[in-house]
């Protein structure tokens, strides 16, 4: 069994990568290749079966090797976990068309066409589990994160969108939408003391009063890749720490 993971050198694609290396083949795939072939080496230290693969999910040509280097590895690809993401935050008034175009080309056109990269031989095959990365946000919106926001919830809406027409040919197809969880992302864009101070102020108003940690995520998404999750496909689970009750 074999699964590509995107945004896999880093937080909740590394936490997943490393989870379910216990029980399946792994492409780990991240722009930055570094990270990717360490985390793909942790993998194998642990006894596991991994490869690192350099992929931009914003550029087609770069998404097809991804998937053709799978596929040389490792065989039929069973599984795709569409994680990569970025994160800029500015007010409306002050978003720039660069900083626009780079949210929309990580998050909804990274996670169309590593979804559309796979689907045909899933469909081939009659089987196969996908599961994108959305976040709480995609429901909630909030102020200062328009592109981000808008980006998770065309996420969100693709994803129903692809369950809706492959579900009846044998593909499940689900999202996650985390809560706030402690990785590089959090803490992109803000100094040392607003990092800490935003993770004191999270894990005061979380109802489970604590920050997510990338494992609560990968949990999540070793689950609904697996058989124990057959019956559930369309769907976005929220591991958040109760931030958003849905
Ligand atoms: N951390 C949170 O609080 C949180 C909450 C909700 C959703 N998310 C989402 O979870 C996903 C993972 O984020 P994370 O928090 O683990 O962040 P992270 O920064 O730790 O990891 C993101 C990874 O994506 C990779 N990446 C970025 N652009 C890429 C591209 N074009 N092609 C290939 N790889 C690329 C980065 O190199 C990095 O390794 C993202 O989609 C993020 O939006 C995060």
């Known amino acids: 069994m074999q699964v590509i993971i995107t945004g896999a050198a880093s937080g909740i694609g590394r936490a997943s990568a490393l989870r379910l290396g216990r029980r399946m083949k792994v492409v780990v795939a991240d722009r930055n290749i570094e990270g990717a072939r360490q985390v793909a080496g942790e993998i194998e230290a642990a006894g596991g079966v991994a490869l690192g693969v350099e992929v931009d999910v914003t550029r087609r040509a770069s998404v097809a090797a991804m998937v053709a ?3 040389k590895a490792f065989g039929p690809v069973d599984a795709l976990f569409a994680n990569a993401g970025v994160n800029r935050r500015n007010p409306v008034d ?3 068309e ?7 080309d990580t998050h909804v056109k990274g996670v169309f066409l590593c979804c559309q990269a796979v689907l045909g031989e899933m469909v081939e095959r009659g089987k196969g589990a996908i599961v994108n990365t959305s976040s709480d946000f995609a429901i909630m919106g909030v ?17 129903k969108a692809i369950a809706t027409e492959f579900t009846p040919k044998g593909i499940r197809v689900n999202a996650i939408g985390p809560g706030p969880i402690d990785t590089p992302l959090l803490a992109s864009g803000r100094n040392d003391e607003q990092h800490a101070a935003l993770k004191q102020k999270f894990a ?13 995520v990968a949990f999540v998404v070793d689950f609904l890749l697996s058989e124990r999750a057959s019956y559930i496909s369309g769907q976005i689970l929220h591991p958040n720490g109760g931030q958003l009750m849905w």
């Open 94 to 96: 002050q978003i720039s």
């Open 69 to 71: 280097s799978a596929r």
């Open 98 to 104: 660069s900083d626009w175009d780079l949210m929309m």
């Open 143 to 159: 102020a200062g994160n328009a592109t981000y926001t808008s980006a998770k919830t065309a996420i969100y809406s693709l994803t």
């Open 204 to 216: 005061a108003a979380l109802p489970l009063g604590r920050m997510g940690q990338p494992e609560d």
